[in-house]
Nanobody
Framework: QVQLVESGGGLVQAGDSLRLSCAAS????????VGWFRQAPGKEREFVAA????????LYANSVKGRFTISRDNAANTLHLQMNRLKPEKTAVYYC???????????????????WGQGSQVAVSS
């Protein structure tokens, strides 16, 4: 079991930056690929970014590439998402997730993730 708790959400203006964090507890954090997903009102949960167990490989959704940076600190059992140049149409609840993604799996598939945080609201005003 892994427990995930997000923090750092809030209300910002378009173009601002925000940093989300996710604190993990329970089974060893390094067992898992971890990622961020988001869900806007009335929409499906979508992939944002993911990072490998060692932190050496990352994957981003095209819509955030170049603006968002995912990172992990395995010694501190934390995951971060630095979000720059936020856009108002991307107001959503952001979730961190952990999964045992195998070599044949997909980092961007939510079905690969078995543990989820409760979510952190990010609202971007225009």
């Amino acid at each position: 079991q892994v427990q995930l708790v997000e923090s750092g959400g809030g209300l910002v203006q378009a173009g601002d930056s925000l940093r989300l964090s996710c604190a993990a507890s329970g089974r060893s954090f390094t067992f898992y690929v971890v990622g961020w997903f988001r869900q806007a009102p009335g929409k499906e949960r979508e992939f944002v970014a993911a990072i490998s167990r060692s932190g050496t490989s990352t994957l981003y959704a095209n819509s955030v590439k170049g603006r968002f940076t995912i990172s992990r600190d395995n010694a501190a059992n934390t995951l971060h998402l630095q979000m720059n140049r936020l856009k108002p149409e991307k107001t959503a609840v952001y979730y961190c997730a952990a999964g045992l993604v195998t070599s044949g799996g997909s980092y961007n598939s939510k079905e690969e993730y078995i543990y989820w945080g409760q979510g952190s609201q990010v609202a971007v005003s225009s």
